[in-house]
């Protein structure tokens, strides 16, 4: 499994996880601020400050959204800001960032299930949940909500583009002025004053008709401060509550059909990605890290555009509790199942990313007879050296080498006797390929773990590599 980036972030202190409002002290981030619903959360809300930093007016505000039944994490703007500034990157990925927070807290406070978090913003904060989400791949977060938005930032250094952030140098080249985004991976809603004296109120409503996928709520009476909150906390409470209604599905899998053997898959985290012509192969493929999104979701979608039917198993969401080798087996194979009979395959493809991969080889070797013989394929995209099948809070703060090596599984795979293939990146140094010999087939990629983008040529080379082959007899 591979660490994100983010694996800076460092348990300094835990002030009383089960007392009112603690603090943890999380890296870059300094203090974040948690506020517990009563009852068990229905959503996460990242907060982030205004320049004043974590104080009065926006603790009222993540109290209104932890009395609606959220888990609030407060962070102060003031402090990430200047902890990015200091970074060696050339560019902040902010979004990578907010999702680890995101999973940290969440694991650390032991919820039994993940939740995709929305993000709020105040005055830079709200620029900076903008940016975060406009960055961030897809089902990275559920929405942001931005209360007195101004496209500029006081930024000593960029954001890198992500999945398509644009922007200019501000005044006199300092900070930046972001610029509309061409298109949204999730809802955008900005709250505007008409008597914002900081954030010209028309900027912004030109800013949101300019941003597919987003909406302004206009409200009369309110300044910058929103210190009156009879004139806006009705408005804020709608929009929330509508952007978290209903609830995010865990799977969007369908029933099982008559002829599918009666394999239900509705309780696995599964995502389809119908085929978008004919043919003749399933491919089930297990996420990284960060769940559904960016590389699992392109690799998958180039295989259905050449008519691969995609299951994909959302890692982060299956692994969040743990889970042995055998079980690991067995729902891959529930989903194998399903799905060849749902979408009539006569030939299996496993694939996994990152942690998908790590797990392959060990979910691979333990497939049942009956698949085996279905089986035409096998692509692992930047395994690593050891997995655990659960989700630690070692996997944001580094260290922990326990869980199970992969080198050992992934050299048995040659015993199914289909192709092998194995993705890494040229600037990757925790690489299972480099260990592997034939028949598997190493395949050097541009760039990291995230192969330059070059997701259509990986999705090429695996077709070529299985389409003129059977089943194993």
């Keep these: 499994m591979k660490r994100m980036c983010v694996a800076v972030l460092v348990v300094l202190a835990a002030v009383g ?3 009112e409002e603690p603090t943890l002290e999380l890296g870059r981030f300094g203090t974040v601020h948690l506020y517990r619903p009563a009852k068990p959360p229905t959503t996460v809300v990242l907060f982030v400050s ?3 930093g974590w104080n009065a007016g926006v603790i009222d505000m993540a109290r209104d959204l932890q009395e609606l039944g959220a888990l609030v994490v407060g962070v102060d703007i003031v402090h990430y800001l200047g902890q990015l500034a200091r970074g060696e990157e050339k560019c902040s ?3 990578a960032d907010f999702e680890a927070l995101s999973q940290f807290v969440q694991k650390k406070l032991d919820l039994p299930a993940y939740l995709s978090p929305v993000m709020v913003g105040y005055s830079s904060g709200a620029t900076l949940v903008y940016a975060v989400l406009v960055q961030a ?5 559920r929405g942001a909500i931005s209360l007195g938005f101004c496209p500029d930032l006081p930024l000593v250094k960029p954001m890198c583009k992500g999945s398509g952030l644009e922007w200019t140098a501000g ?4 900070g930046v002025v972001f610029l509309p985004a061409r298109g949204l991976a999730a809802p955008w809603v900005a709250l505007q004053g008409t008597i914002d004296q900081v954030c010209d109120p028309s900027q912004t409503e030109d800013f949101v008709a300019k941003t597919p996928g987003s909406e302004v709520v206009v409200l009369p009476k309110v300044g910058h401060g929103y210190s009156v909150p009879r004139n806006w906390l009705p408005q804020f409470r709608q929009v ?5 209604t209903p609830p995010v599905p865990r799977a969007t899998a369908t029933a099982a059909p008559e002829g599918a053997g009666n394999v239900p898959v509705a309780d696995l985290p599964v995502v389809e990605v119908p085929a978008e012509k004919a043919g003749d192969t399933l491919a089930v493929f297990l996420s990284g890290d960060g769940g559904w999104a960016g590389i699992d979701r392109e690799v998958a979608e180039a295989l259905a555009r050449q008519g691969v039917a995609v299951a994909g198993l959302d890692s982060l969401r299956y692994f969040w509790t743990r889970r042995t080798p055998e079980q690991a087996a067995a729902d891959v194979a529930r989903v194998a199942r399903h799905y060849l009979a749902t979408w009539q395959r006569g030939r299996l493809l496993l694939a996994g990313y990152s942690r998908g991969a790590d797990v392959l080889p ?9 698949l085996r013989r279905c089986l035409v394929g096998l692509a692992m995209l930047g395994p690593s050296h050891r997995v655990e099948l659960e989700f630690h809070v070692t996997d944001w703060v580094g260290g922990g080498d326990s869980g199970f090596e992969t080198a050992p599984e992934a050299r048995r795979l040659a015993a199914l006797g289909v192709p092998v293939l194995c993705f890494f990146g040229e600037d990757e140094t925790d690489t299972l390929c480099r260990d592997l010999a034939p028949p598997t087939a190493v395949v050097t990629m541009p760039g990291g773990h995230h192969f330059g983008g070059k997701y259509q040529e990986i999705a090429e080379r695996i077709l070529k590599a299985v389409s003129t082959g059977s089943p194993p007899s």
């Design 17 to 19: 996880v089960w007392a």
């Design 50 to 52: 205004g320049d004043g």
């Design 93 to 95: 990925y902010a979004a």
């Design 137 to 141: 791949p897809p089902n990275t977060f």
């Design 171 to 174: 005044p006199k080249g300092k």
């Design 240 to 244: 929330f509550q509508k952007m978290v």
């Design 362 to 370: 060990l979910v691979a070797n333990r497939l049942p007879d009956d």
